[in-house]
């Protein structure tokens, strides 16, 4: 009895231990490339809603400085500028320009907790209205 005698025993249909082994593994791996897919998407969509907001935030400054004819004082002042129930921090610094009609203010708004993150910046310029 040689090995096309063993051979003829088996009818061929079905798979041996070893392909299904090289199966399930090709399909493990796939499958934790797609979680770490789904989860860094996650992420990503969650920072960017967090610079949206913050962009809206120093817009929102900006904006109100603006319509309200406000003369900003020189310096850097701090307040809270939270959106959407994600509390963020905007640094107002204003700064004088060689036109004594114009001050620079610069609007860099950060996420209050954890480490200070610069989410966005936006710069503008305030005037006299003279």
């Known amino acids: ?32 490339a797609s979680l770490r897919a789904v989860g860094s998407l996650s992420g990503s969509a969650a920072d960017l809603r967090a610079r949206t907001l913050a962009q809206w935030s120093a817009d929102n400054r900006l904006t109100q400085i603006r319509v309200q004819r406000e003369w900003p004082n020189l310096g850097r002042v701090e307040t809270d500028c939270s959106q959407a129930e994600l509390r963020l921090v905007c640094e107002e610094q204003v700064f004088a320009t060689p036109n004594a009609q114009f001050r620079r203010v610069e609007i860099t708004v950060f996420a209050a907790e954890g480490t200070r993150v610069q989410l966005a910046k936006l710069i503008g310029f305030a005037t006299t209205g003279s």
């Open 1 to 32: 009895m040689g090995w096309a005698a063993l051979k003829s025993g088996t009818d061929g249909r079905g798979f041996t231990l070893v392909e299904v082994l090289v199966a399930l593994t090709i399909v493990a791996v796939a499958l934790m």
